[in-house]
């Protein structure tokens, strides 16, 4: 019964369930950062032929997913002025296009094609949890790699041509071998190890929602194998913080948990200095962790703030720059949505995605008091919340689009 309730039946829940579970095989011929996009514009095709066919009235599109395509088209609006004015060409400008229409313009399409098609969020649970079963099959394989002599690099797929990004998206990685340490590091079929442990967080919190427990065990200790093998502190922070939180969160309503909270907030009210000095102590601990990667990410986001409030307030600069030799000539304003977006769009495009987030946050938060559905995407919303300081949202939407999907259908739900 279990297993026909999860099968999927309609197109779209086929689509999704088939590109999730050939996740590791599109990774190996580098067709992962094709896929998403293409999976992306095709249901949101589909998502507007069924309101053209009458199958699903504009009515039924939530407030929320309405706000989510204005403000990702208000995104490609901004992205042109910005070109305007630094004077950036026809070509440059088209080349963006393209890059908005791979990422930002994702985040809302899934979202919608979630919100109006038929499908149900047990079958991206079952498929996620499928993905998992796989993910701890192939695990040997890139732990034993780096120990056996195995390379580094597979390949980089020649679909590269195809991508306009860089060879990250189209390569096989096994490992890495962090900088500084000489320890292995894995990034599986991320373009980078932090994205690795985004992902295992995210499919930690897809998979606790199946109600097969043997899936729901395999599911979870797969998300955990790409978070912890990931090595990525906001992995570890994120799955500390998320799960306690919407399990109070979802429960406000209720009078008796009020009550066991105020011998705690009395508790914090007395022993609230020294956990201030505990917690800035694990701050500093957290950045000494990884001592070169927090003085980059702190330098690429000064300079960002500053020539963001000194050269392009409004509009930002338009496109994405490389920084001085003091940051490893890494992007200016990347792993962190808000710098990069300050820097390329400026204070409107920064606008663009906090308000659509908090809308979305505050309506699921609602919602999460009396439906299952929607307290997992009140999970997978504060883990997009998180990760938008330490990953640029944008470049990764073609990775984590089963959450937008599954927070597009808990944002359709009445009930």
Known sequence: MAETANHPQTAAERLIAGTIQWTW???????????????????????????????????AIPSTVWIWLAAMLAMLLILWVGHANFELGIAKTIKSSIGWAKGWALIALFVFAGALLDIRASVIYRAVCKLGLQTLIFLP?????????????????????????????????????????GSPRWQFFAPWSPAAGMMGVLYVLLSAQEKHRGWKAVGIAGGLVLALFSQSRLALVALIVIVPFVWGASRMGKGHLWLMAAPAVFALGIFGPMLIELVDSAVSEFSAARADSSRVRAALGRIAIHRWETEAYWFGHGIVE???????????????????????????????????????????????????????????ALALVLYSFGENLEILAYLYWPALVVIGIALRRSD
């Open 322 to 380: 490389n920084g001085p030799h003091l940051v490893e000539y890494m992007p200016i304003g990347s792993h962190h949505s808000w710098y990069g977006l300050l820097f390329v769009k400026g204070l409107l495009g920064a606008a663009s995605l906090a308000v659509p987030l908090v809308a979305t946050f505050l309506v699921l938060l609602v919602k999460a008091q009396a439906d299952r559905t929607a307290r997992a995407g009140l999970g997978l």
């Open 25 to 59: 095989a599109l990774w190996l011929v580098g067709g992962l950062y094709i896929a998403g996009p293409v999976l992306g514009w095709v249901m949101a095709g589909m998502a507007t032929v069924a309101l053209y066919l009458g199958q699903a009235k504009p009515g």
């Open 141 to 181: 394989i890139f732990l034993l790699a780096p120990y056996i002599g195995l390379p580094e690099l597979l390949w980089t797929s020649p679909l590269k041509i195809l991508g306009g990004a860089g060879p990250e998206y189209f390569a096989a990685q096994l490992y890495t071998i962090e900088p500084g340490a």
